[in-house]
């Protein structure tokens, strides 16, 4: 039975994760580097972390440290809670210090797990370890105060989630009983082909860049991005996407605009008011609204339909322009499929077994 477990990232959904872990009797560490220790003294001035919004409670860690080996030393389970961006990063912060048994869930995944295997071995580590990622986050949230976070839903323990190797899910899944409700995908690539913000985020916030640069951290996508235009563009994504889903022998996991189509009509559904009303930002395009999605599931969704001799025609136009907005090469340097290791000529039956399998 689990009960001791590390969250590491202290931005919102860190933050979240802390407090209901706490909340609900497990002995928490919360973790991250010196940036972040003024956060951490907050917590101790106030007492805890007060969640509002959706959910409400306060909880405090038992420990907070910006010191990696204090906080991997006994855990059970390592929740990663970063921007992918930090993925390399947090590996090789915490890969001298990981212990034999210790389960590492990156949320959202975002195909984290390979950067993380990667490392780990570059690193030399031994330590038996499973990597597995979530699709989707934990919890949408924002950090409103010092030591409070706004969250835009209820509290939801069940998610879709892959090791790597897939073979590794089942175990890991039995071990978490207890602190999650989580199901198996088939593999990693499963919970990011079906990544719901490559839908939100991308097409919507690159056509609402001139507003975004206008307003600034008065910008908030789900009150001003979906217009009529917008949304139908949205949906020129969603059906290459899907294709690529279908092509893939799986299935598109429930309706990825969903989101949208509620705050469109917020009178027939109060239930996302909330979120509609705290859920804020991009303040900027430097944002991992794009960075995250666009070099995430976005890259790797166009670098699967290649392999498979597919077009994404659309989502390829916005990965382009949203990289010339940021002088990024999002499918140069995204996680494709050539980029995490698997060269042109496999084929999807070889990849498959090189991510199930030992």
């Known amino acids: 039975m689990i009960e001791r477990i590390t969250v590491i990232g202290a931005g919102s959904t860190g933050h979240a994760v802390a407090s209901v872990m706490s909340q609900r009797g497990f002995q928490v560490t919360f973790h991250d580097d010196e940036r972040f220790a003024s956060r951490f003294e907050d917590i101790r001035k106030l007492g805890g972390i007060t969640l509002r919004g959706m959910m409400h409670g306060t909880g405090m860690p038992a420990r907070m440290t910006t010191d990696p080996a204090e906080a991997v030393r006994g855990a059970q389970a390592i929740f990663v809670h970063v921007m992918s961006d930090r993925h390399e990063e947090i590996a090789r912060r915490i890969a001298p210090y990981v212990e034999d048994g210790q389960h ?29 990622e979530k699709e989707g986050n934990f919890c949408p949230c924002r950090l409103t105060a010092p030591a409070e976070v706004t969250t835009g839903m209820p509290l939801n323990l069940k998610g879709k989630v892959a090791s790597l190797p897939a073979c590794q899910t089942e175990r890991v899944l039995k071990d978490l009983e207890g602190v999650v409700e989580y199901t198996p995908n088939r593999n990693v690539f499963e919970g990011v082909i079906n990544a ?13 860049a001139a507003e975004i640069d206008h307003k600034g951290k008065d910008y908030a996508l789900f009150k001003y991005a979906f217009t009529p235009r917008v949304v139908h563009c949205i949906g020129k994504v969603r059906a290459e996407r899907k294709a690529v889903i279908e092509a893939m022998g799986m299935a598109e996991h429930g309706n990825p605009m969903g989101m949208i189509e509620k705050v469109q009509n917020l009178a027939e559904h109060p239930e996302v008011h909330t979120f509609y009303k705290y859920m804020d930002g991009p303040d900027a395009l430097d944002h991992r609204y794009l960075h995250e999605d666009c070099g995430c599931g976005g890259a790797f969704a166009v670098s699967m339909a290649k392999r498979l001799g597919l077009e994404m025609p659309v989502l390829t136009a916005f990965l382009g322009v949203a990289g010339a907005i940021n002088d990024r090469d999002y499918l140069r340097d995204g996680r494709t ?3 995490l290791g698997f060269p042109e000529g496999m084929s999807l039956e070889e990849i498959y077994k090189a991510v199930e399998t030992e």
């Open 196 to 208: 719901g913000n490559v839908i939100n985020h991308i097409a919507s916030t690159v056509l609402s």
């Open 337 to 339: 499929l050539e980029n």
């Open 104 to 132: 590492i869930l990156i949320i959202p995944g975002n195909l984290g797990a390979f950067v993380f295997r990667k490392v780990f071995q570059e690193l030399g580590v031994t330590a038996k370890v499973t990597l597995t």
